[in-house]
């Protein structure tokens, strides 16, 4: 039985198991034995120290570095303090209208069309069809999400090459004689989008599909008895049921698709007017194809991005409500 | 082991949940918290635990203070009403659990593991998991669980009141019977009155955070110093109603609504008469003829078995008493009430304090 | 008699309406879902090609047929199983360490009453909304500065440690959040009859309320082994040495390299990438169901 071992397999190789950490109580009956005060440490100590790595210290480098021209030409020892040059540079830098503007076309419709569109269309259909039939489709739709992202983009090349490979050329156009072409290259807007969205659509439609189901039977069948229809009851029951998980999902995915960019990476690398800022950023600051960094500037660019996550997230804070999920602990003596 | 409670006071957050509640209990004894939910008596129990730390006030068991134990250092046993089995155990581990950690050998841990569980008659059930036991079954599990440490005090929170009525009744007895003969101090936290009155040597009462009456089941269904004891402790409930006294030629009367007025024997006249008093009646202590006494039409009937209550109402004022079946009475008759006026409470109805007892 | 037979009659006259209500929804979700069983039927097809026109295997002079199994045969190439290895490291040293800390974090949040406790709860779902992505230049600086202190080097740049351990920070935030609301969920009194019994919080935690969470293990596990298994950013920004290179970032460097990309040799690694999280998939839907409308961090 487990609890003769003493150290269980999901525990195993912790540090915090050696028994004189174990807290105060051990400590003799009659001194103070009430329990360690830090015991909770204990508990919380790796999470806040990685918490603290790797959240907290990179934020706060994100906002020094970006005062500095730290760039591979200055190396990490001969930059300097140039003050807000790089946040101006932003708004003065010729290609930041193009990127904000690409980065709006694709969170848009992304969003609109797919994240929340197609997911709430998935929902609604899923679960007005026999129940193995829903669950089949709604697994078949959460595969592109837990598909290795590089054999997904793999698939997506494929599906839009030109003939005599691309699939959509060869069982679409070509067939109903339509000109074929690269269609990431001739496409490429649609094409980001599309890619993105077939992930997207499954996390609006999980989180609907839950609330849909949860609603009560007894307000659908009334629904019925009244003689609504399928529209009618979408229209006048189902949206305004599920209010509150539709803007969730809105405002996460929006601030999501803001700041994500590995899809369109692995699909385009930025070519094709497809560069949207995330990429820019990460491209500027970490990794391009001359080698050739600009710290300071690539910081500046992602801490926009922090910027906007940042009230993105005291939004939920505030209007999600997330402190009601707390309560009391019901143990006193630690 | 004796424990006592001195001006024991608990808040959570801001608000006060317990009233400097004071308490002594003898060794051996065996005590009932009784009241509604809400009332702080589970919240109390788990002061004693150690689970909870009270805001002031000390615990003490024998002459040692515990505020500051751990509760394993405090040599207790508790039974939850939810039994809270470790469900991934088998009945020994359960069983045995506080001895392992105490490192007893195995030995000594089948040794106790076999006693006790023949004790509570569940001998034959050691190797199975608790989640294949029925709900009786778990209850002695837990209550082994309890036993096997041989604590000193023996705690209970409501530990009945997940069985059905006739496992219930059993359990009650069985519990008393194993207390009893343990010897082991015990609390028992019940909101059921006829547990705490019939398992209990002397009950606690207690509302809204303030202990209302300690004393023995007799005293506190006979001697109630409350109104609120009045009114909780006894089934049906006790009959309550606005009334004022007047003393006469050295006797007391009580005077009802429709001018009935009533003498009240010495043993129960109050030596204090405020301004506005409220009397107390038992339904069995009332009688129903069709001769003498006061006239109250039959509102409603509802047989129990036992007895039949019998609502009755004059002037949209209403008592509750008892009738044996055979009584021949209807809904609607016209019947006569006569009160036992040797068994009357009264009560000042601003401080709802009894008037007859301290 | 007319009135009789023609209740008899009415059951069988109602006449059988094709069933629109199911078939019209069945037809709108197979629409949408073409291009995924598409893609997906030609990564299957295509392992097993010279060469693909469209849906169907042709041989290198480009005619029907040319099936074959040479796409498979980079499972004799031992930089495969290499990978491989590196691969399940990252997955299982992943999830191991999410589950850790995770559930000791939840745990405490759940259980413990500290200062500052429901400030952390507050960051933790704060952090579950932000966007780890925006982070990752400032996380070079950071892995970068590990590199250079003795002993925790490993955990630097470049370094499979690195990669596990922000791996393992980008995972936290929804790992607490999960196993805090499993411990939620466990009544108190169990917890509190362990403590009577005599039990430390500490082996409460590992002997009591481990045990009570399982479905709860069981899902974070799944959820991070296939997201470590899937990874690539992470690995693909911190680790530029080809020795602890995984699948993805190999993958990755095939498509990006051979001049004219052989799609048939990569999709076979694809799929062999695939089988695993497909494996997992297939028979804990339900966890992972459970887990991504806990609260996901949804990827785009």
């Known amino acids: 039985m487990g609890f003769k071992a003493r150290h269980s397999s999901s525990t195993a190789g912790n540090p915090v198991q050696k028994p004189n950490l174990g807290g105060g109580f051990n400590l003799r009956p009659g001194k103070n034995s009430l329990g360690n005060k830090y015991d909770w440490l204990l508990f919380m100590g790796p999470a806040m120290l990685l918490v603290a790595v790797f959240f907290i210290t990179p934020v706060i480098i994100v906002f020094i570095i970006s005062f500095t021209n730290m760039s591979s030409l200055t190396g990490f020892s001969n930059w300097s303090w140039i003050g807000f040059e790089n946040w101006i540079k932003i708004f003065t830098h010729p290609q930041s209208g193009q990127h904000v503007e690409v980065t709006i076309i694709y969170v848009f419709f992304t969003l609109i069309l797919f994240n929340v569109g197609l997911a709430l269309v998935l929902a609604i259909l899923t679960t007005h069809i026999p129940k193995a039939a829903g669950f089949a489709f709604r697994a078949l739709w959460l595969v592109p999400r837990i598909t290795p992202v590089v054999v997904y983009i793999m698939m997506w090349r494929y599906l839009m090459a030109d003939s005599p490979y691309g699939i959509f050329n060869e069982l679409i156009f070509r067939p109903l004689g339509f000109e074929t072409s690269e269609m990431v290259a001739a496409y490429p807007y649609i094409a980001i989008i599309l890619v993105n969205g077939f992930i997207g659509a499954s996390f609006g439609m999980i989180i609907f599909t839950s609330a849909i189901e949860s609603i009560s039977k007894d307000i659908m069948n009334s629904s019925l008895v009244d003689g609504a229809n399928i529209l009618q009851r979408i229209k006048y029951i189902i949206i305004p049921q599920i209010k509150w998980p539709l803007m969730f999902v809105t405002t996460f995915q929006t601030l999501s698709l803001i700041t994500s960019f590995e899809q369109i990476m692995l699909l385009t690398d930025g070519a094709y007017g497809t560069e949207v800022w995330s990429l820019w950023a990460y491209h500027k600051g970490l990794n391009n194809y001359f080698g050739q960094f600009q710290w300071g500037f690539g910081m500046a660019l992602a801490g926009i991005l922090v910027i906007i996550s940042i009230v993105f997230c005291i939004l939920y804070l505030k209007f999600f409500k997330f402190s009601d999920m707390i309560q009391e602990p019901k143990i006193e003596t630690l | 082991m004796r424990v006592s409670l001195e001006k024991i006071t608990k808040d959570f957050r801001k608000v006060r949940v317990l009233q400097e509640i004071n308490l002594d209990i003898k060794d051996g004894e065996f005590v009932a918290f009784l009241g509604p939910s809400g009332c702080g008596k589970t919240t109390t129990l788990l002061i004693v635990s150690g689970i909870y730390k009270a805001t002031s006030g000390l615990i003490k068991f024998d002459d040692t203070i515990v505020n500051k134990l751990v509760p394993k250092d405090r040599n207790i046993g508790m039974v939850f009403q939810s039994y809270a089995l470790y469900s991934h155990m088998n009945v020994y581990q359960n069983l045995t659990f506080s001895l392992m950690l105490k490192k007893k050998s195995k030995q000594e841990m089948d040794k106790a593991a076999k006693e006790t569980a023949e004790m509570m008659g569940i001998g034959h059930l050691l190797g199975r998991k608790v989640g294949m036991l029925s709900g009786g079954q778990q209850q002695r599990v837990a209550l082994g669980r309890a036993l096997i440490k041989k604590p000193g005090l023996l705690l209970f929170d409501e530990p009945l009141s997940n069985l059905d009525a006739r496992l219930r009744i059993h359990m009650r007895s069985e519990i008393k019977k194993i207390q009893h003969d343990l010897g082991t101090t015990a609390i028992y936290v019940t909101h059921d009155q006829i547990e705490a009155m019939s398992m209990a040597d002397r009950i606690a009462v207690m509302n809204e955070g303030i202990m209302q009456a300690y004393d023995t089941p007799s005293n506190i269904h006979d001697k109630p110093r409350t109104l609120f004891v009045a009114t909780f402790v006894g089934n049906p409930p006790m009959n309550i109603l606005d009334v004022t006294l007047k003393k006469e030629n050295g006797k007391t009367y009580v005077n009802l609504s429709g001018g009935l007025s009533l003498e009240i024997p010495p043993e129960r006249t109050p030596e204090f008469i405020p301004e506005k008093v409220k009397m107390g009646i038992r339904p069995q202590d009332l009688e129903i003829g069709k001769k003498e006494g006061l006239p109250y039409n039959v509102f409603m009937i509802e047989p129990t078995g036992r007895d039949d209550v019998i609502i009755c109402e004059n002037k949209g004022f209403r008592f509750t008493c008892l009738a044996t079946p055979g009584h021949n009475i209807k809904e609607d008759d016209k019947v006569k009430l006569a009160f036992d006026m040797g068994k009357v409470q009264f009560f000042d109805a601003d401080t709802e304090k009894s008037l007859l007892w301290n | ?300």
Do not use: H
């Open chain 3, 1 to 300: 008699m007319i009135v009789k037979s023609k209740l008899k009659a009415s059951p069988q006259t109602i006449p059988r309406t094709f069933p629109w209500g199911k078939v019209i929804p069945f037809t709108i979700l197979l629409a949408f879902s073409i291009p995924l069983i598409l893609g997906i039927y030609w990564i299957v097809i295509s392992t097993f090609s010279v060469s693909t026109r469209g849906l169907v295997p042709v041989d290198s002079a480009g005619n029907p047929g040319g099936l074959t199994l040479a796409n498979w045969s980079f499972l004799k190439d031992p930089i495969l199983w290499k990978l491989t290895l590196n691969t399940f490291i990252l997955a299982t040293t992943l999830t191991l360490g999410v589950l850790l800390v995770s559930s000791m974090a939840g745990y405490a949040l759940a259980r413990i009453n500290f200062k500052g406790r429901k400030s952390f709860l507050g960051s933790t779902m704060i952090l579950q909304a932000f966007p780890a992505t925006t982070l990752l230049i400032a996380t070079y600086f950071v892995l970068r500065f590990i590199s250079g202190v003795p002993l925790i080097s490993i955990f630097g740049y470049d370094t499979m440690g690195g990669v596990i351990l922000v791996s393992i920070s980008t995972q936290l935030p929804l790992g607490i959040w999960l196993m805090k609301g499993f411990f939620d969920a466990i009544p108190w009194d169990l917890e509190r009859a362990a403590l009577i019994d005599g039990c430390s919080r500490w082996r409460t935690f590992r002997q009591i309320l481990i045990p009570q969470i399982r479905p709860g293990i069981a899902a974070l596990s799944i959820f991070s082994f296939i997201t470590g298994w899937s990874s690539f950013l992470i690995p693909f920004s911190f680790m530029t040495n080809p020795d602890t290179a995984v699948i993805s970032t190999y993958m990755n460097r095939l498509m990006q390299e051979t001049a004219p990309v052989n799609y048939s040799a990569v999709a076979a690694v694809g799929l062999f990438s695939l089988l695993p999280v497909i494996f997992f998939f297939i028979f804990t839907q339900k966890y992972l169901l459970a887990i991504f409308a806990g609260g996901m961090k949804g990827g785009s």
